[in-house]
Structures are given as structure tokens and as C-alpha cells.
């Protein structure tokens, strides 16, 4: 029997070609932006962090994310977390769920001072008009439909001041819909038609409340 001695210094290398490396290097990345991400997430709610701030820094997380995936495909993300015990609720609910920041999602508070009534409500109805233009004019991929959605709640939060009462959460549930799928992939017909009722419904709402 022959004994050998284990140097204890020595690395351990995980990988042993530089495919491999490259994607344990992924999966660290990912590791790196949902912790990121949850801490981000612990420091918004404890308002350690201004809204702009966190906008621009949770944004900027979320691209980093998605690059992740397409870097790792083959890998669930969801089990990927699970697998490595990561305790990220925050970070599932903003990654995998929402797609886009809290700020987007709902209304911080905060309107322009610089800007009257009437410029919000017409800014909301002019994303309004263009999200629907957008559908009539059948660009259906996902990286074409989600921007407007999501421009379009970003002016309806800021609209909050001036239609109190108007209810959003068609406009919400769609965002969160859209993020759930591929940039490349195409809403199917029922969802364009289902997408433009709700959107024509939500307008008539919108000017309703305005009044």
C-alpha cells in the first residue's frame, strides 16, 4: 500500500476545460446578482436607499440577470437557488416574477414639481395610444411590447396624483406576464386581442377617472 500525501494548500480546480471555466465563472456571476439583488431589495424596503438610486441600480441588475440566464441555458434558476440554499426571497420576487424594479411596479410618491395636471394625464394618455399602436400595427415580439407596457406604468404612477382612483393592476399583471417570457418569442393572437381589450378598457377607465 502506497500512501500519498495530500498537499493542503493545493487549489482544486472544478473545471477541466476552458468551456467548464467558463461556466462556473456563469454561475458565480448569477450567484453575485442575486444576492446583490436581495440585499438591494432588504435596503429599498429599509430606505437606505433613494428611489432613483435603487431604479438605476435594480435596472442595472435585472440586464445583468437576464444575460446570466442566456449565458447558463439549461439551468433553472429557481433550482439553482434552492440548490445552493441562497434564501433570496426578495431577489425570486424581483428576478423571476416582477422582471422590472418596485419603482416601476408601483408609485413611489413623487411627481416633478415642474409638471402640472394636465402634462401627466396627457403623457399617460399618449403611452396609452402608443401601446395600442403598437399591437395594431402587429409588433407582437416581446422585446417590442414589453418596453411600452412597462413605459406606460411608469406613467400611470406618476398619474397617481391626478387619477386617484383609476385601477392599474391590468397594466401590472401584463408587465409581469411579458418579463416571465423570451424577449424573442411572440404573443399569439389571443394574447394580442386579450392585450388590446385590456388596454382599450384601462384608457376608458384612465379618462373616466380623470373627470
Known amino acids: 500500500f ?23 465563472e456563469d454561475m458565480a456571476d448569477l450567484y453575485a446578482v442575486v444576492k446583490t439583488t436581495q ?11 433613494n428611489a432613483d438610486e435603487y431604479t438605476e441600480a435594480c435596472s442595472r441588475l435585472i440586464s445583468q440577470f437576464k444575460t446570466n440566464e442566456k449565458a447558463l441555458d439549461g439551468i433553472n434558476t429557481l433550482d439553482f437557488i ?28 413623487r411627481v416633478s414639481k415642474d409638471k402640472n395636471a394636465a402634462v401627466i394625464a396627457a403623457e399617460a394618455t399618449q403611452e396609452f395610444i402608443t401601446a395600442m399602436d403598437v399591437l395594431r400595427l402587429n409588433q407582437t415580439a416581446v422585446d417590442e411590447v414589453q418596453p411600452v407596457i412597462s413605459s406606460l406604468l411608469n406613467s400611470l404612477n406618476k398619474a397617481e396624483s391626478v387619477a386617484p382612483e383609476f385601477d392599474k393592476s391590468k ?8 418579463n416571465k417570457l423570451r424577449a424573442s418569442e411572440d404573443l399569439n393572437d389571443d394574447q394580442v386581442r386579450q392585450l388590446l381589450l385590456d388596454l382599450d378598457t384601462s384608457y376608458a377607465s384612465f379618462k373616466s377617472s380623470l373627470k
Do not use: F
Open 82 to 109: 434552492n440548490e445552493y440554499t441562497m434564501d433570496c426571497p426578495l431577489a425570486v420576487e424581483r428576478l423571476l416574477t416582477a422582471g422590472v424594479p418596485a419603482t416601476v411596479m408601483h408609485s413611489t410618491g
Open 39 to 49: 440585499h438591494l431589495e432588504k435596503a429599498y424596503i429599509r430606505d437606505c436607499v
Open 171 to 178: 397594466i401590472q399583471e401584463w408587465l409581469v406576464t411579458l
Open 2 to 24: 502506497v500512501s500519498e500525501t495530500i498537499d493542503m494548500d493545493q487549489k482544486v480546480r472544478l473545471y477541466k476545460t476552458a468551456k467548464e471555466r467558463r461556466r462556473y
